[in-house]
């Protein structure tokens, strides 16, 4: 009886070790790299949440001399530090002993690369970088503004707030145009992956759509926005006051000869000329236009552009019929006189 009862319980104590050793089946060795997959994911996750969020254009950035930047080293905050770049473009970090090419680097290269440096004495380095104070990315706006200059900034702008940094336009002179140059980055580095790097590209806009909010693009670094002056036409001949007429608004023939005084009585009429010099040449080309049709009409009344020359001759009939009433005028009023 005894046997029977040691031989259950000796079965029982076989089975459950044999459950045990079931449920155990890692080894040592993964269990070991189960442990370093799990904490490198910690790492990742760590980095991750320390990381702060970009915008989609904050990959293409590359850091310029002068920048600040924020360089931390992950679990090493003795190494972790903010710091210039220098004139000629490097930075400086704790052990190691030379000079980091930090300009023209992302902020993702730098880090790399400096953890690439730490390697030696650190295991797995993870180093973040960050631009905190982009300095050498520089706006400027010329022109027809009350207060022309260059602008440093450390965020994205758009054209309307970078107007408002320089006064806004001149009322007495501004025009109806804002031209953008956008000349690409301004510290000098190339991007393989954009083609045609080394051109301008010019981008136009009307003010009032601006001011009014129609149109407010981002800028770039390195954009160069200038407010035109006012185009000019000019009125002259057989007008009562020869004028300059500012071109802010559209502008047609007869309010340009409206706003020079009107004609006098001996223009003609029928033959106002338009002088208007083609584009990207010397040579002008002649337009005549009769303003009785004009005022009939039958013509549209043309729109001047800039540098157009009106001209309004002089009737020689008139001139002469003129001449003559007013000699006889003249001639009658005589003989009273002396009577």
Known sequence: MKAINFLAVFCFVLASGLSVIGQTTE?????????TEAHKTEIAE???NQTPAK????????????DTLEVQVFRHPELSLVVNVSPDGTILMPKINQPIIAVCKTERELGAFVGALYKSYLRNPF???????QRSQPFAVIGAVEKPGSFYLNRKIRLLELLAFA????????????????????????DNSESD???????????????????NPW?????????????EAYVVGDVKEPARISLKET???????AAAGGIKSEAKTSRVRIQRQEANSPLRTEMVFDLKDISAKKIPDPVLQANDIVEVPKDGLKAVRNGIIKALSGGVGGIFTRF
Request: charge should be neutral.
């Open 55 to 66: 915008n989609p254009t904050s990959e293409k950035y590359r850091i310029g001399f002068q």
């Open 27 to 35: 080894t040592p060795k993964q269990v070991e790299k189960i442990s």
């Open 127 to 133: 180093v973040s970088v960050r631009a905190i104070e």
């Open 251 to 257: 502008v047609t023939l007869t309010q340009a000869i």
């Open 197 to 215: 790097n080394d051109k301008v590209v010019f981008l136009g806009y009307k003010i009032n759509d601006v001011m009014n909010g129609k149109e």
């Open 46 to 48: 760590t980095m991750d």
């Open 167 to 190: 006064g806004g336009p001149k009322t007495e002179k501004s025009g109806s145009k804002i031209q953008v140059a956008r000349v690409g980055n301004p510290a000098g580095c190339t």
């Open 219 to 231: 800028m770039e670094p390195g954009d160069i926005v200038s407010v035109l002056e006012a185009e």
